[in-house]
């Protein structure tokens, strides 16, 4: 009788256990993620000549008094690392941003709140992905063929900044433009990291960092009468004096 009873307190038990699992299982699989702990983040990226924001077309002088206009203007960031207050690096893998004079925001995707104490990027592309195929990427990717192209071939790699435009050459300085800007640097040797000891903080929200790019910073010591084309090779002294000069032509403004 006792072996009995001792058999049916078992059963009994392992029931009322089986139960609590699954109702342990049920309330997991329909808990609500904690999205307190995840904000958005973007990049607000504005070109500037000098004080003036770049408009296509627009006459600018350098600091030399010399006229110049713009027409197109783009770049590559990529290798994005936040720094957190306590040190600790959060590198946003894969995220590449192809910035252009027409658009300002960038959006980063979702970054774990907290506070951060600064942040570096690369103007343009990693080694290893400098050298891989645009084809390999959907039209959507900023690394796919561009309709104006940032890309010299799969073996070569791709075009980091592109400045483009119509600039005075005369010795003696007319207003007339009758030359042309063309500037494509890029290969390995020119990329350029950007530091920023910048303290901020990402909430819940939609994040927004504001970032200012000095055309007139970047063309300091260059001069436009003379140098005013650079593909790179040939022309390799320009291209990392320019791509020298992109350490100095970023800031944060408030």
Known sequence: MNILRFVFFAAVAGLIFSLSSCKKDDSSDNQIPNTDTIGELS????Q??????IAYNQVYSDTSGRQFK???LRYYISNIVLLKANGQELPLSGKVLLVDNETEQYSLGEIPVGDYSGLRFMVGIDSATNHLDPALYDASNP????????????????????VEGNVDTDTIPTGNLNGIISYDIGSD???RVINFNHIFSVNGNTNTINIK??????????DLATESITHTNP????AERIANNWLISFTIEP
Do not use: A, E
């Open 43 to 46: 990049f607000n990226l504005k």
């Open 48 to 53: 500037y000549v000098g004080n003036n924001r």
């Open 70 to 72: 713009i027409t197109n």
């Open 143 to 162: 690394l796919s063929y561009q309709p104006v192209s940032m890309h010299w071939g799969w073996n070569f790699g791709y075009i980091f900044m592109k």
């Open 189 to 191: 040797p020119m990329v």
């Open 213 to 222: 790019f000095n055309l007139l910073k970047m063309l300091s010591g260059i």
């Open 235 to 238: 022309g390799r002294d320009l």
